[in-house]
């Protein structure tokens, strides 16, 4: 492929990937025209650069990886947006995702951020932001808190039984 070509392939790719978003987003009550332009385009290049690396990672067309990035993104994205309880409203039966999504929230939090990990990267994203749902600023907020309370201790001979 020429450089011309390759430039094509990758807006018409980029192009997809925003409308699968966009899709998947409205089934939600979801709609991302209504952010900023600022916002949507660092949330698409976003959800871009993990399909490209998780592409060259796995030695894979960015079309194999991208429907798995771009649904788990536009979770991500829901989660932070919508918190979860408005999610679990929507759907009740994607419990399960939501409380992966919180976990993803957790470790993030801990600083175990992995490079391939989506729900991480838009978090990271979102939190910087004021659309960032209050209830998941909370979560995020509240375990930090917990994160620094000491760890209270027995004694050391709280654990002796009597013989």
Same mark, same amino acid.
């Given at each position: 492929? =020429? #450089?011309?070509?390759?430039?094509?392939?990758? +807006?018409?790719?980029?192009? /997809?990937?925003?409308? %699968?978003?966009?899709?998947?987003?409205?089934? !939600? #009550? /979801?709609?991302?025209?209504?952010?900023? &332009? #600022? %916002? !949507?385009? $660092?949330?698409?290049?976003? !959800?871009?650069?993990?399909?490209?690396?998780?592409?060259?990672?796995?030695? $894979? &067309?960015?079309?194999?990886?991208?429907?798995?990035? !771009?649904?788990?993104?536009?979770?991500?994205?829901?989660?932070?947006?919508?918190?979860?309880?408005?999610?679990?409203?929507?759907?009740?039966? +994607?419990?399960?995702? =939501?409380?992966?999504?919180?976990?993803?929230?957790?470790?993030?939090?801990? #600083?175990?951020?992995?490079?391939?990990?989506?729900? $991480?990267?838009? +978090?990271? +994203? /979102? /939190?910087?932001?004021?659309? @960032?749902?209050?209830? %998941?600023?909370?979560?995020?907020?509240? =375990?930090?808190?917990?994160?620094?309370?000491?760890?209270? =201790?027995? &004694?050391?001979?709280? @654990?002796?039984?009597?013989?």
């Amino acid at each position: 492929m =020429t #450089g011309r070509e390759l430039e094509m392939f990758s +807006f018409l790719e980029k192009n /997809l990937q925003k409308r %699968v978003l966009f899709n998947y987003l409205l089934a !939600v #009550g /979801l709609d991302l025209d209504e952010l900023k &332009p #600022g %916002v !949507v385009k $660092q949330l698409l290049r976003v !959800v871009h650069q993990q399909v490209l690396s998780v592409s060259r990672k796995y030695k $894979q &067309p960015p079309h194999i990886v991208s429907e798995n990035i !771009v649904c788990s993104a536009s979770w991500g994205i829901a989660y932070c947006l919508l918190g979860p309880s408005k999610l679990l409203d929507v759907y009740p039966e +994607f419990k399960d995702r =939501t409380e992966e999504a919180e976990m993803e929230l957790l470790l993030l939090r801990n #600083g175990e951020m992995m490079e391939h990990n989506i729900y $991480q990267q838009i +978090f990271a +994203f /979102l /939190l910087e932001t004021p659309h @960032c749902h209050p209830e %998941v600023r909370s979560i995020y907020d509240h =375990t930090y808190l917990t994160l620094e309370k000491p760890i209270q =201790t027995m &004694p050391d001979n709280s @654990c002796l039984l009597p013989l």
